[in-house]
């Protein structure tokens, strides 16, 4: 099949045995680069003939890289996503071989040392950074040394895709009768295949067991859910998690790093983990009185409920309850049905508006790609043009609904890095938005909860990074931003979800086509603060459990994440559970980093309320400000100095304990 879109590399007409070979391929063509580069003289080291060739490299191989690593998670064809999970362990081992290169650092070091007049801009970054990526390998460290990071590089490398194929090939499916699923809503119901008996089929994907654990009132139901879905792969994840923790501590001491907590944050915005443990604890501490309120309107609503139904009150919150009373809250307090407000966001209108909203905001337009070499058919194309130049930027795929063995979460994929080419021409980007919204039924279209289109926004905003950003190498395309800096830009774009204009363009019923009534619009937008205190307690919980694990030696995960569970979420883990066994985050990339989903908020909060909140939400000029600042550079400078070219000055933490509910210092 002949791929109709210039400059794009990709191809999803690939068997198992052409991704295998492609791999060995592709070790082949990048280990001869890393061969020339590494077998130069330190008299003949050049930019060119250094720089230049690994730059080149980076833009084929990273893009070849991702397509095959990219088959495991959204393939249909099990034999296919097998083969993509062994070309990844395949090239994970070789990316660590190729990492622990000494003759390439050495190549690196001599041109650095040659320079006759010192680089600037992206080409200092990038050489600089390369040096710092080979003394974080230990390349200027003993051989025996070297050795032994390289052999606990390739294990982690290996057990942490093991760690996510566990997850992506779980199927466990649980029956329910209809009374035990008591309280679901009917068009859920009618969206579950059933078994011979008529009972209902569960799954423990997103679109089944969120829903059932917001909405089924019945616990006992709730109860065998939570149960199985924070056990899942417990056995061989739990053994996987405590491995890594102790691979990278090890690796850790080695670099002459205190834990590995220290280690990774040394190249991140908070810098070191006693930075990182005030900010969380800070905030901890502003949260907790909000946290004991909600709890005591939780038991509140658990009583009333059990006298009503007839349940046991056992006097406590459980892992099963807090969804489903965060539900009831939002729906009493602030009289949100989120089951009559999902029937005014059908995907097709959600997605339409979205998709006119970032054109609008970001001076851009999408332009959908009739009949797509794709790799599922409900998978569409978009080619993304500058709206005032005509330029093609990119293109991203939408693969937005469930189906066996995809990737279970909602994530954004760089399957191809923008960057500048040998020739002058331009690398276009290519992303992947990845999701498992609700599917439709005969009988209705998709219909997405309102947190469904919040994760739309944020996962899209992801995609625009991808396509918008302009850095010169590959190296600092699109996301390649600080880890504690990489989700503000799509933090930011969610608030676009709480403010009336906005919701009207991407909102009508599904049958009636009438806009949203203004009632309920406001008081979607109230219930923001619905749950702030427990659902932030939890952010924190998981930030610490994660810094906890990672600032020790060998760790009983279940042990610790059951006591933080306690005294953060004042919530005990259910018996024979361990959630970290589950908690993909740490094992594919964001070790000792998952507090900067926080972190970042609070610069995502200042942007949204210091320049769209005070000059328009819908502001071109300020959207134009947004691209050009915040997305344009991808990772080409330091997050601290967009930062400051966004906002005309250095970050504040204000609005972001506002947009908490919380009272700041000196506010009446």
């Given amino acids: 099949m002949k791929y109709p879109i210039d400059n794009v590399q990709l191809r999803w007409d690939l068997s198992a045995s052409e991704i295998e070979k492609k791999a060995d391929e592709l070790i082949e063509m990048a280990k001869q680069v890393y061969d020339e580069v590494g077998k130069l003289s330190d008299a003949e080291v050049t930019i060119d ?105 390739q294990r982690m490398s290996a057990i942490s895709i093991d760690f996510s194929k566990n997850l992506g090939e779980e199927d466990t499916v649980l029956l329910f009768t209809k009374e035990e699923m008591a309280g679901a809503a009917d068009d859920f119901l009618e969206s579950l295949d059933k078994s011979d008996d008529g009972k209902y089929k569960v799954t423990l994907k ?65 810098k070191n983990p006693e930075r990182v443990k005030e900010f969380l604890e800070d905030l901890a501490s502003k949260l907790t009185k909000l946290r004991d309120d909600e709890m005591k309107i939780f038991l509140e609503y658990k009583k009333e409920e059990c006298e009503k139904y007839g349940y046991e009150f056992n006097g406590k919150i459980d892992g099963w309850d807090t969804r489903y009373y965060m539900t009831r809250v939002e729906e009493k307090k602030y009289a949100v049905d989120q089951n009559i407000l999902k029937e005014y966001f059908p995907m097709e209108k959600v997605t339409k508006g979205l998709l006119e909203i970032y054109q609008n905001l970001l001076g851009l337009v999408f332009e959908e790609i009739p009949n797509p070499p794709i ?25 937005l609904y469930p189906r066996t063995g995809k990737y279970g979460h909602a994530a954004c994929f760089t399957l191809q890095k923008g960057c500048d080419l040998e020739n002058g021409k331009r690398q276009l980007a290519v992303a992947a938005m990845v999701a498992n919204f609700t599917k439709p039924t005969p009988e209705k279209p998709a219909l997405l909860t309102h947190d469904e289109v919040e994760t739309f926004f944020h996962e899209f905003g992801h995609v625009m990074h991808v396509i918008c950003a302009r850095a010169k190498y590959a190296l600092f395309s699109g996301t390649s931003v600080e880890r504690d800096f990489v989700e503000a830009p799509s933090q930011m774009l969610e608030n676009w979800c709480w403010h009336e204009d906005p919701l009207r363009l991407m909102s009508e ?115 134009k400000s947004y691209r050009d600042c915040i997305l344009k550079p991808g990772g080409s400078i330091d997050a601290d100095l967009m930062l400051k070219n966004f906002l005309g000055r250095e970050p504040q933490t204000e609005p972001f304990l506002r947009m908490k509910g919380l009272k700041i210092e000196n506010e009446s």
């Avoid at 230049?52 to 191989?61: G, M, P, Q």
């Avoid at 599922?376 to 005509?390: I, P, R, S």
Wanted: proline share 3%; hydrophobic share 35%.
């Fill in 49 to 153: 003939n250094v720089c230049t060739r690994l730059a080149k490299l980076d833009s084929i191989y990273d893009t070849q890289r991702s397509q095959l690593d990219f088959f495991q998670h959204v393939s249909p064809d099990k034999e296919i996503r097998d083969a993509s999970c062994a070309a990844d362990k395949k090239l994970s081992d070789f990316d660590v071989e190729i990492s622990m290169r000494q003759d390439v650092f050495d190549s690196l070091v001599a041109v650095e040392k040659n320079l006759k007049q010192p680089l600037t801009g992206e080409d200092e970054r990038y050489l600089s950074k390369l040096i710092k990526f080979g003394k974080r390998n230990g390349l200027h460290l003993a051989e025996d040394v070297q050795k032994q990071i390289k052999e606990i590089k």
């Fill in 206 to 270: 997103y679109p089944h067991y969120f829903p059932c654990m917001k909405f089924v009132r019945v616990p006992e139901t709730r109860k065998k859910l939570e149960n199985a879905f924070n056990s899942r792969c417990m056995e061989p994840n739990t053994k996987i998690m405590e491995e890594l923790v102790e691979l990278r501590d090890k690796r850790a001491k080695l670099l002459g790093f205190k834990t590995h907590a220290h280690f990774v944050l040394e190249m991140r915005m908070a």
């Fill in 375 to 399: 790799w599922n058919n409900d998978v569409t194309l978009f080619a993304t043009k500058d709206k005032e130049t005509g330029e093609l930027l990119g293109y991203f795929y939408l693969d």
């Fill in 509 to 623: 019923h599904y049958k009636t086509k009438e806009p949203i009534p203004k009632e309920v619009i406001e008081k979607l937008i109230a219930s923001r603060l619905a749950n702030a205190g427990y659902f932030n307690m939890r952010q924190i919980l998981l930030g610490t459990f994660d810094q906890t694990i990672h600032s020790l030696s060998k760790v009983d995960t279940a042990e610790i994440f059951s006591k933080l569970s306690k005294e953060l979420v004042c919530v005990e883990p259910s018996e024979n559970t361990n959630m970290p066994a589950t908690f993909e985050h740490l094992s594919g990339g964001y070790d000792a980093q998952y507090y900067g989903y926080m972190w970042s908020e609070v610069f995502s909060s200042d942007m949204f309320y210091s320049r769209f909140l005070k000059e328009g939400i819908l502001s071109e000029k300020v959207g």
